[in-house]
């Protein structure tokens, strides 16, 4: 095959030009002589669509490249353009790479891209220009943008409507020339001959028929014959033949035998009874089947099966399958699981359903699938589990914590009461809703505190009064203790019943009131009406030539004291005087030297204020003295 001589290309003077005029040029590839295929090329770069329409416009199309051949004699041919490169007809579309015009997909086989293309580098690059006489990839296809200017590659097709045989060939584009591709069975320069197969070796069959047709010719390629067999024949071989490529038939020709239908089958699960008026399974033998319950016929149209003039049953095997449920129909509640005995979801298939771990079912827990392919209960449904409702005890508060809702399962509840009350009815403060739908325990209650009353003991010589604002002798119950005159607390006044079940204090005792001991006063009398109790009175007098110092009279009172300071008997100095010359007289004239003595003594005595209690010397002292002149005489 030659290459197609080109005309020398313009000088650049004359290309500018054109170019300043605006004009669009090609350069024409022209065979002189002779119809060929030509290769065309702008100069004025463009888009890929508007590549696209000019080369159609004015030539055939862009062209798409057929061989590396032509790739070959594209780059020697080509020149290097002034600016990017050539445009070829090759267009992603959906992400396949397609030639146009015959919008036939790349073949791996026909890839020629450039080192590390199609890259679509920049994205959206669904077109593709071919490298010439760039020095490196020459040759070569790169991806691009379709909105990329680059030259137009178009081409002249050599083929005409006539070049081959219609319908018996393809006209195939070479460089600068074409040639006719036959389809099977055409063969010639244009693909105007036919193969032909032997007439002779089509026979009629006994008890049958033949029909021929011919679309090429007589007996030619593609030409098909059937062969038919009369009723309650059928055909032994194949039906239809038809002329091949290699001249030959593709199959011999059948024979006519009398019809027998394939043998049938008893059914498990089910029942076959048939009648067979010319012969078992033959023609005119028909077969009817019943299945047990919970299944049903499957695979055929019929439940009674008609054997036919063409060897054939009216219908297929009917075989006995298990009825099944719809799938569809169980399905898993919410918060819930379901467990089939099967995958199958057929006759007696039972299905299980549970809740998850705090709700519990609602509806029928297991179902099965009947014979009339119904399931025997609906899906049920997963509830929350509940437990009873609590209130708030009286005397206390509840605190409830619910994750789930109110009072349901894992719920819990704090019971705490009133300070004076105490929880009862319950073995627990804190409440847990469980699996089950119960509390841990029952609803507390507050009740509220009693101590014992028969700790409240009224003292001797006293009484008690209590006063009970919670009931009686409960919480903060009070009791107050008062004793009889002359009598005095001794111990608390009060008691209250405390959050612990025990009053505050214990009972206190009633005890006389005593005010303190008297005594005699030195040279006076003392007379009490009793042992200086609450209500003692005491009286004091002086010895003669002593004046009382302080009140005659005082009492023991209420608050253990006596109702005036104690008084004191003191001397006169003239009856002091006196008294010593006395003494000092008798002493000489009678008693002598111990009684002087003792004279002095008791005169040391009454100067200083001893008193009568004094330790020193008691074995001296006199007991009671009215007078004291009397008791030395």
Not at 142 to 171: H, P, R
Not at 207 to 236: A, R, T
Not at 322 to 341: A, F, L, N, R
Request: aromatic residues 10%; proline residues 5%; negative net charge.
């Amino acid at each position: 095959m030659g290459y197609c001589k080109n005309l020398p290309l313009p000088g650049a003077k004359l290309m500018q030009f054109f170019a300043s005029l605006g004009l669009i040029f090609s350069v024409l590839n022209i065979w002189r002589g002779t119809e060929g295929w030509s290769y065309h090329y702008s100069t004025k770069t463009m888009d890929w669509e508007d590549a696209r329409n000019w080369c159609r416009q004015n030539y055939t199309d862009m062209v798409a490249i057929q061989n590396k051949e032509e790739i070959s004699h594209l780059h020697n041919f080509l020149p290097k353009p002034n600016k990017g490169y050539y445009w070829i007809g090759m267009r992603k579309t959906d992400g396949i790479w397609t030639w146009v015009g015959t919008n036939k997909r790349l073949s791996k086989k026909a890839e020629n891209w450039a080192s590390n293309e199609p890259n679509n580098g920049g994205n959206n690059e669904d077109c593709v220009e071919m490298y010439i006489k760039r020095g490196k990839d020459d040759g070569k296809w790169n991806d691009m943008s379709c909105s990329s200017k680059n030259t137009a590659l178009c081409y002249t097709a050599s083929c005409k409507n006539d070049s081959c045989i219609s319908g018996q060939g393809e006209c195939v584009e070479t460089i600068n020339d074409h040639t006719c591709s036959c389809f099977e069975g055409f063969y010639g320069e244009r693909c105007e001959h036919v193969v032909k197969c032997k007439p002779e070796d089509i026979t009629t069959p006994h008890h049958g028929s033949v029909q021929c047709s011919h679309p090429n010719g007589n007996f030619s390629y593609d030409s098909q014959c059937e062969y038919l067999c009369k009723e309650g024949y059928k055909i032994k071989g194949t039906s239809v033949t038809r002329c091949t490529s290699t001249k030959e038939w593709s199959s011999r020709p059948p024979t006519c035998e009398f019809v027998q239908c394939p043998e049938l089958t008893e059914p498990q699960k089910g029942n076959m009874q048939c009648h067979n008026p010319l012969g078992k399974f033959s023609y005119q033998s028909n077969c009817e089947f019943v299945c047990k319950e919970g299944y049903t016929l499957g695979d055929s149209s019929s439940s009674t099966l008609f054997c036919g003039a063409n060897g054939h049953w009216n219908a297929s095997q009917p075989y006995c399958k298990i009825v099944k449920c719809k799938p569809e129909d169980i399905t898993t509640p919410d918060h819930g699981s379901v467990q089939c005995s099967n995958g199958s979801f057929s006759y007696d298939s039972n299905c299980e359903y549970s809740c998850e771990e705090g709700y519990k079912i609602k509806g029928s827990r297991t179902t099965k699938c009947t014979s009339t392919k119904e399931w025997s209960s609906r899906p049920p449904t997963c509830e929350l589990v509940q437990c009873p409702e609590l209130m708030k005890p009286l005397g206390g508060t509840m605190l409830c914590h619910d994750p789930k809702g109110n009072f349901s399962y894992q719920s819990t509840c704090d019971f705490v009461c009133d300070e004076g009350y105490t929880l009862r009815d319950s073995s627990s403060s804190t409440l847990f809703c469980g699996i089950t739908g119960h509390w841990n325990d029952s609803q507390p209650n507050c009740e509220i505190i009693k101590c014992k009353p028969e700790d409240i003991t009224t003292p001797d010589h006293g009484s008690v009064q209590c006063s009970h604002p919670n009931g009686g002798f409960s919480y903060d119950s009070k009791c107050k203790f008062s004793c009889e005159e002359g009598y005095k607390v001794k111990g608390s006044s009060t008691t209250r019943c405390t959050s612990t079940k025990e009053w505050s204090s214990r009972p206190p005792t009633c005890e006389l009131i005593q005010c303190p001991a008297l005594e005699n006063a030195a040279d006076g009398l003392l007379n009490c009406t009793s042992n200086f109790s609450y209500g003692s009175m005491c009286i004091f007098s002086c010895a003669e030539g002593y004046h009382l110092r302080g009140a005659s009279e005082i009492s023991c009172t209420e608050t253990a004291e006596w109702s005036q300071e104690t008084p004191h008997c003191e001397a006169h100095p003239e009856s002091l005087v006196t008294e010593v010359t006395l003494g000092v007289a008798a002493t000489v004239g009678s008693s002598g030297l111990l009684l002087a003595l003792w004279i002095l003594k008791k005169l040391r005595r009454n100067a200083n204020k001893f008193d009568l209690n004094s330790n020193s010397e008691t074995e001296d002292q006199p007991q009671v003295y009215k007078n004291s002149i009397s008791s030395l005489i």
